[in-house]
Every structure is written in C-alpha cells, then in structure tokens.
C-alpha cells in the first residue's frame, strides 16, 4: 500500500490544500503564484492528458513523487533530479531563542531577496500562505529563515530553510529547522522535508538533529514539448 508521503503533491492539494488546488480528479496543481508544483493521481493515460491540460503552454511545473515520472508526449522534462524525503518521528531537541520571530507578509520583500541568494527552493511571497514562517534578523537585516509548505493529514513538510552567506557558520538552519519541526510536532503531526540526493552537508544537518530517510523521491520540472 502506497504511503501519503509517496505523491506528496497530490495528498496535500486532494486533503489539506485542497483550498488551493486546480484540477480534478485526475490532475490538480497549486496555482503558480503559490508553488509550481503539481501532481496526477495515478499513471494511466487519462491522468496523464489530464495534467497536459492542467499546465499553461510557457509555464514550466515541478513533479515529486516515489516512483518513477511519467509524461505524456505533451510534456517534456527540462530537468529531473534525484531527492530524499526524510522524517522526524521521534521528538526533537527543544530549542528556545528570542532571536526568532514570525515572519509575516510586512517581511516577504526580504523573504524573496533571501530565497534569490540562497535557492532553497521554488519560493514566492504567496508561500506564506501554506504555513507559517519563521526567521532570525541580525542588525535589521533577515539573516535566515525557515516555515513550512505541503500538508497532509498528520503531516507537514519543513521548508525553504536558508541562511545568508553572511551569516552562516552560526548555527542558524540547524535552531531554525528544529523551532519549525517543533512547532509541527506540538500539533500532533510529524515534519517531513526534501532534500538534493547530492545535497550531503543538508542531509548531514537534519540527521543531525533526527530526520531520517523515508525514501527516495523522482522530480522533475516539465513543460510543454517544443
């Protein structure tokens, strides 16, 4: 039996996202002013149609899933990538700075200029409205940052994580990453996050502080084919 957490995409916008889903039931995807992400609900051919229909001809969309990504002759993968989804199922180190605050809307020029330096992830000012977000200022300037994006019942995906180049080095991800998960943990539910396959010293920070593998996950950006 497949897991909530193999198609991703498709269990937060068929469940808790639903509010931000277009599509039907064979392809749903977020709007693209939120995350360019979306999903079909199963492999066979109607599915597939379904989602070339649900993507705008110069508009290029993000695919996860477990197994392996199949496109219908209208949609070509421009790029694909091996991640790893891990989880913390077990409770995590508390962790309690007065340094970090919630980021709000007041924030999202900042929240933009961060993510274009640091490339933690397709992120827009809309991401806000998935999940709560939470940084760390440093002489007025945002220094890091981290929130969360998909969800699904019982879970909650941790995301864009980032510290500036000019603050790394003082631990920031690793404070920034538990607040977040630990925030999800108080509601009952458990974090989850992606991460590059390739992408070690991320992979070594959440093991670090209890994130473990899940599994391997397929993604691809596509678009229409030329």
């Not at 000012?125 to 220094?143: C, T």
Request: with cysteine; proline share 5%; glycine share 6%.
């Amino acid at each position: 039996m497949s897991h909530v957490l193999d198609r991703p995409i498709w269990s937060a916008l068929a469940t808790r996202h639903q509010a931000f889903a277009q599509g039907d039931s064979l392809a749903k995807r977020y709007l693209s002013s939120i995350v360019p992400f979306a999903a079909t609900a199963a492999h066979d051919v109607e599915s597939q149609q379904a989602l070339s229909r649900l993507i705008p001809p110069l508009e290029s969309t993000i695919l996860v899933q477990a197994d392996a990504i199949v496109l219908p002759a209208e949609l070509s993968a421009i790029s694909t990538a091996c991640l790893v989804q891990m989880t913390a199922e077990q409770p995590l180190p508390i962790v309690s700075d007065e340094g970090v605050q919630r980021l709000t809307r007041n924030d999202a020029a900042d929240m933009l200029a961060l993510a274009s330096v640091t490339k933690p992830g397709p992120f827009t000012a809309e991401a806000l409205s998935l999940g709560d977000f939470w940084g760390v200022k440093i002489d007025g300037r945002l220094a890091a940052m981290a929130g969360e994006r998909m969800k699904q019942p019982g879970y909650a995906e941790l995301s864009g994580v980032c510290s500036h180049p000019d603050f790394r080095g003082r631990g920031l991800g690793r404070l920034l990453s538990l607040f977040v998960a630990n925030q999800i943990m108080a509601r009952g539910e458990v974090p989850y996050l992606h991460a590059y396959a390739t992408n070690a010293a991320a992979i070594r920070l959440y093991e670090s502080i209890g994130f473990r593998l899940r599994s391997t996950m397929n993604m691809a950006v596509v678009q229409h084919a030329a």
